[in-house]
């Protein structure tokens, strides 16, 4: 046997072998390939592509009635405070931003950046009540900021128009020996655009069973907003103030009972205003129907008299003739008329008065 012809055989054979099993597996692979998720193209965007636009913040609208939303203008439940050395110096109002009415504290920016805090002071008891007031655990409110100056340094840029970061806390004194309690500390971010949105903040009475919480002997029960570490000239805004009990239920308003009240004493002076304005017309057409009636009077009197002198004056020439009875007949008779003429016309001055009275009684 040739065995070299035979290793090369088999040699020849066992190559043809190992390339039908790499194309068999080759062939397998893509078969499981087809029952797999086909893989997404790699993605060829770039970053400046997929930067989605930045829009600038909207505000936060109230979904609980019992909400103080500043919408009416009202705020004499606000107050500020400046007597301590780091208070910044304002005004408060109730302005328009974004859309939205909130109460604005006007920085006048004469007290510096550094360590300066913007105050307000709420009243609850104004808000709620004293019983209302005694039952609040826990106070939500929106915090907003406006740029007024363009001084904000931030790490991309200087000169910016921003408020910057935004911050602060609050406290209260509460019933338990005027004790001063302070509630957690609320911080919203950095904020780029003119106006930042709403940092939403909640002070709490966590101490409340311990009597550290407000009470109904309380004659004035308030609480201090403040804002800290302001970056930037700003004004500060507060919206959406909500009180809620120790089941985390709303609190109602007092104060939306008083605008009530002062919306039906409005309604019933307007309505008083009308029933005056209608007693002045009624008294107005009556003064003129009984001027109408007394020149109707006068003008048959006048003719009765133009009448009877007409007659005398020609009395002597023709009271011995024939035409005399005549005449004086005509005379009585245009009498009566005229009388029973004033009769009607008192008649109907009369039923206008009558209608006008009832008038009044009606709209009384």
């Given at each position: 046997?040739?065995?070299k012809?035979?290793?090369?055989?088999?040699?020849?054979?066992?190559?043809?072998?190992c390339?039908?099993?790499?194309?068999?597996?080759?062939?397998?692979?893509?078969?499981?390939?087809?029952?797999?998720?086909?893989?997404?193209?790699?993605?060829?965007?770039?970053?400046?592509?997929?930067?989605?636009?930045?829009?600038?913040?909207e505000?936060?609208?109230?979904?609980?009635?019992?909400?103080?939303?500043?919408?009416?203008?009202?705020?004499?439940?606000?107050?500020?405070?400046?007597?301590?050395?780091?208070?910044?110096?304002?005004?408060?109002?109730?302005?328009?931003?974004?859309?939205n009415?909130?109460?604005?504290?006007?920085?006048?920016?004469?007290?510096?950046?550094?360590?300066k805090?913007q105050?307000?002071?709420?009243?609850?008891?104004?808000?709620l009540g004293?019983?209302?007031?005694?039952?609040?655990?826990?106070?939500?409110?929106?915090?907003?900021?406006?740029?007024?100056?363009?001084?904000?340094?931030?790490?991309?840029?200087?000169?910016?128009r921003?408020?910057?970061?935004?911050?602060?806390?609050?406290?209260?004194?509460?019933?338990?020996?005027?004790?001063?309690?302070?509630?957690?500390?609320?911080?919203?971010g950095?904020?780029?655009?003119?106006?930042?949105?709403?940092?939403?903040?909640?002070?709490?009475f966590?101490?409340?069973d311990?009597?550290?919480?407000?009470?109904?002997?309380?004659?004035?029960?308030?609480?201090?907003?403040?804002?800290?570490?302001?970056?930037?000239?700003?004004?500060?805004y507060?919206?959406?103030i909500?009180?809620?009990?120790?089941?985390?239920?709303?609190?109602?308003?007092?104060?939306?009972?008083?605008?009530?009240?002062?919306?039906?004493?409005?309604?019933?002076?307007?309505?008083?205003?009308?029933?005056?304005e209608?007693?002045?017309?009624?008294?107005?057409?009556?003064?003129?129907?009984?001027?109408?009636?007394?020149?109707?009077?006068?003008?048959?009197?006048?003719?009765?008299?133009?009448?009877?002198?007409?007659?005398?004056?020609t009395?002597?020439?023709?009271?011995?003739?024939?035409?005399?009875?005549?005449?004086?007949?005509?005379?009585?008779?245009?009498?009566?008329?005229?009388?029973?003429?004033?009769?009607?016309?008192?008649?109907?001055?009369?039923?206008?008065?009558?209608?006008?009275?009832?008038?009044k009684?009606?709209?009384?």
């Open positions: 046997m040739n065995y012809s035979f290793i090369a055989g088999a040699m020849a054979f066992a190559l043809v072998a390339a039908a099993g790499c194309s068999e597996k080759q062939s397998s692979d893509s078969k499981q390939d087809t029952n797999k998720e086909t893989t997404a193209p790699a993605d060829t965007t770039t970053a400046e592509d997929t930067t989605e636009e930045i829009l600038p913040p505000p936060v609208e109230a979904t609980d009635p019992n909400t103080v939303t500043f919408d009416d203008g009202v705020y004499d439940f606000v107050s500020t405070r400046n007597e301590d050395k780091d208070c910044a110096s304002g005004t408060i109002s109730v302005v328009e931003l974004m859309g009415k909130m109460l604005r504290f006007a920085d006048d920016n004469t007290v510096p950046l550094d360590g805090v105050k307000v002071i709420i009243s609850a008891t104004k808000l004293s019983e209302g007031a005694a039952k609040v655990r826990s106070i939500e409110f929106d915090l907003y900021a406006q740029a007024t100056a363009d001084h904000l340094k931030t790490d991309d840029a200087e000169g910016v921003a408020p910057g970061w935004i911050g602060g806390g609050g406290g209260t004194v509460t019933a338990k020996d005027d004790k001063w309690y302070d509630f957690k500390e609320f911080s919203g950095e904020y780029n655009f003119e106006t930042s949105g709403n940092v939403h903040a909640v002070f709490k966590l101490l409340a311990d009597g550290q919480c407000w009470s109904e002997d309380m004659e004035d029960a308030n609480f201090l907003i403040m804002r800290w570490g302001i970056a930037n000239e700003s004004d500060m507060i919206d959406n909500v009180f809620y009990d120790e089941d985390g239920k709303s609190i109602p308003l007092t104060y939306q009972k008083s605008k009530m009240e002062q919306f039906e004493e409005a309604a019933k002076e307007k309505a008083s205003q009308a029933k005056a209608f007693d002045d017309k009624v008294e107005e057409a009556k003064a003129e129907s009984e001027k109408i009636g007394e020149e109707m009077k006068a003008e048959y009197e006048k003719a009765v008299s133009d009448m009877k002198t007409k007659f005398e004056n009395k002597a020439d023709f009271e011995n003739s024939e035409e005399y009875e005549r005449v004086k007949a005509q005379i009585a008779e245009a009498e009566a008329k005229i009388n029973e003429d004033t009769a009607k016309a008192r008649e109907a001055i009369e039923e206008v008065s009558k209608a006008i009275e009832e008038a009684k009606k709209n009384s």
